[in-house]
Nanobody, 117 residues
Framework: QVQLVESGGGLVQAGGSLRLSCAASGRTFSSKVMGWFRRAPGKEREFVSLINWSSGTTNYADSVKGRATISGDNAKNTVYLQMNSLKPEDTAVYYC??????????WGQGTQVTVSS
């Protein structure tokens, strides 16, 4: 099992920045890929970004490309999502997820990000 705990959410004005953190514990060595997803009010959960621990490869949704940076600290078993130039449409609950195989099978509880206009 892998436990994921997100932090860093909050209320920010449009144009501002936030850094979300996701601390992993448990069988962290089994997590090959970690990612961020979000669910906005009334919408389906959507992919935001991911990072492959071994290759360092990253991927971003078009909606955040150029404004988000995902990074990881292996020693701390922590993945970060730096979000800049935030927009009201970025308002959502952000979830951290870990994949031990081809699917994201571990999820955190989420952290709320609210961007005011």
């Amino acid at each position: 099992q892998v436990q994921l705990v997100e932090s860093g959410g909050g209320l920010v004005q449009a144009g501002g920045s936030l850094r979300l953190s996701c601390a992993a514990s448990g069988r962290t060595f089994s997590s090959k890929v970690m990612g961020w997803f979000r669910r906005a009010p009334g919408k389906e959960r959507e992919f935001v970004s991911l990072i492959n621990w071994s290759s360092g490869t990253t991927n971003y949704a078009d909606s955040v490309k150029g404004r988000a940076t995902i990074s990881g600290d292996n020693a701390k078993n922590t993945v970060y999502l730096q979000m800049n130039s935030l927009k009201p449409e970025d308002t959502a609950v952000y979830y951290c997820a870990a994949a031990s195989s081809s699917i994201f099978n571990y999820w955190g509880q989420g952290t709320q990000v609210t961007v005011s206009s």
